[in-house]
């Protein structure tokens, strides 16, 4: 079913006709001006593939020698026949076109504020990831897929790279997505894969304002960074830290900082730094924290916009437990707690020391690494919430190692009680007369999509501009990083727990290809899971 469909909306919302608000189903979006994009539009319901899908990732590299569109030994087909484009008799997703990217769409239209090497501009036929909706690149791929026929796919550059969608509306970016900066205040922006497994590093260099990121009135306070790892449920409308989804390292003063509480930790950095940033998470074969959703499942719709092809979903929202944590931090001065004891249900924190994290507080005392202990009962918000052993995050200025910030951080993955309740309440069906709070329920994944995990995450204030290093390092660590890092220092009630050797970190270049060939894993199992729904 094909509609033009005219309307006036601020950013990226559903189409409102009948308005969105009341009627979600209709999957049109609309560019920052208002104008509606002729686009294909389907209910959920009608979505092909719209039903969960539950998987486990492999090992990506058991993958490397099966023929993808990512390797070069896979069969091409014949132009004539053109098979990628074929559709299945029924298909309600919008129509493959010829020149439709297959395997990395084309980099979007920019156009720069200024022009300065490395401006900064911005890109106005994107959709961007905000009020709660979420866009990643799709092509056809119906010779692989004959049922669901489009898998996901990135914008160009391919590389590791920051990205055109998952940044605040109110970033800058550069032509080549290395750059990111804003003149307003705090702005974030997340690179465009993210990690699951392993250790890896990256680099981040600050940069000076220039003509195209300083703001008509500069601030009183000047330009500000703060970078770190962030999940995708953190705002990228704040600096990353200020929740429990994120863990930064702040430029003013060198604090960490996590659930917005600032602690003394490393040395301050500004422009001409560059700020290593190191974590580590539990191996692939390491078992998964109990309370975690194990399955993975997608569930998204295909549509087009301004030419391009995306599947569009509903973001993950902040969880219950979560916002409980946040709720008892600000009410008990409780912070972040990466003690051992807390999996055994006591709550101790890492991250007070008072406003600046120098000093005693309330909540205990703090030192060199920032950090003080608070107890916690059992029942407390953060003692509910699993964790990931073996995890931490260190970060480097200049080659110099700054030491351990943060360990155990909060699992990526959704709470498996809430996806076990939700199961319960699927396959009810959508109909013409189905409420609008039903649909978007509908349409909401209580389960991993196998995107979820950690992203390079920077937040720029005031005109300041931060490039993204992702191999080629400019400080180049040792091969024995993490040990440095604790060699350094930490937290001072972090202990030195871990259980495990540290593997050996790898550069966060090498995880794009990794995290593809990923993603087309889990479009071929969706494209069989629909094949055994229909009996085909």
Not at 5 to 19: M, R, W
Not at 44 to 49: K, L, T, V
Not at 246 to 257: E, K
Not at 460 to 476: D, E, H, Q, W
């Amino acid at each position: 079913m094909e509609s033009r469909n005219k309307g006036h909306a601020h950013g990226h919302v559903l189409d409102e006709t009948p308005d969105a608000r009341t009627d979600p189903r209709l999957a049109v979006i609309h560019d920052q001006q208002g104008n509606a994009e002729e686009s294909h539009i389907i209910t959920a319901s009608e979505s092909p593939g719209s039903k969960h899908a539950s998987t486990k990732l492999p090992d990506p590299w058991a993958l490397r020698d099966s023929p993808t569109p990512l390797s070069p030994e896979a069969p091409a087909a014949p132009a004539a026949e053109q098979p990628s484009l074929r559709v299945p008799v029924g298909f309600r997703g919008p129509q493959p076109h010829e020149d439709d990217a297959q395997d990395t769409a084309p980099a979007p239209t920019w156009i720069p504020y200024a022009s300065s090497v490395g401006a900064l501009g911005t890109v106005p036929n994107v959709p961007m990831n905000k009020n709660g909706w979420r866009y990643v690149a799709a092509g056809p791929a119906a010779h692989r897929l004959p049922r669901t026929v489009y898998r996901a796919i990135d914008m160009a550059p391919a590389c590791v790279h920051w990205s055109w969608q998952d940044r605040s509306a109110f970033t800058r970016i550069s032509h080549d997505a290395s750059i990111v900066g804003t003149d307003k205040g705090y702005r974030s922006a997340r690179t465009n894969v993210g990690v699951r497994h392993g250790a890896w590093y990256v680099e981040v260099e600050v940069l000076s304002p220039d003509a195209s990121s300083e703001p008509a009135t500069p601030m009183r306070d000047g330009a500000h960074v703060r970078v770190g790892w962030a999940r995708r449920e953190a705002s990228l409308n704040a600096p990353v830290g200020c929740d429990a989804y994120s863990y930064g390292f702040r430029d003013q003063n060198g604090a960490c900082v996590t659930q917005s509480r600032l602690v003394s930790f490393g040395r301050a950095f500004g422009p001409g730094d560059v700020v290593g940033m190191y974590i580590r998470l539990p191996d692939r074969d390491a078992p998964l924290p109990r309370g975690t959703e194990h399955g993975i499942a997608q569930k998204r719709i295909p549509i087009r916009y301004k030419g391009q092809l995306y599947f569009e979903s509903l973001e993950y929202a902040p969880t219950r437990e979560m916002e409980a944590l946040m709720d008892e931090q600000r009410r008990t001065g409780a912070v972040w707690t990466s003690e051992p004891r807390a999996r055994a249900g006591v709550t101790t924190t890492v991250g007070a020391g008072g406003p600046t994290g120098a000093g005693p507080s309330s909540a205990g005392p703090s030192a060199r690494g920032g950090a003080a202990a608070q107890a916690g009962s059992p029942g407390s918000a953060a003692a509910a919430i699993p964790r990931l052993e073996d995890s931490c995050i260190g970060f480097v200025v200049n080659g110099e190692p700054q030491g351990i910030a943060f360990v155990d951080m909060y699992d990526f993955r959704p709470p498996a009680s809430r996806a076990h309740n939700k199961k319960r309440k699927e396959n009810q069906g959508i109909t013409p007369n189905t409420s609008a709070s039903t649909v978007i329920k509908s349409r909401q994944n209580t389960m991993d999509d196998g995107m979820l995990g950690y992203y390079c995450m920077a937040s720029m204030y005031g005109g300041a501009r931060v490039r993204l290093i992702t191999s080629n390092f400019k400080f180049p660590p040792p091969a024995d990083l993490e040990d440095s890092l604790w060699r350094a220092g930490a937290a001072p009630n972090i202990r030195h727990h871990r259980q495990h050797a540290a593997p050996a970190w790898r550069p966060l270049a090498e995880r794009y290809a990794e995290a593809w060939t990923e993603a087309m894993f889990l479009d071929e199992q969706e494209d069989q899971r629909v094949a055994s729904t229909d009996g085909t």
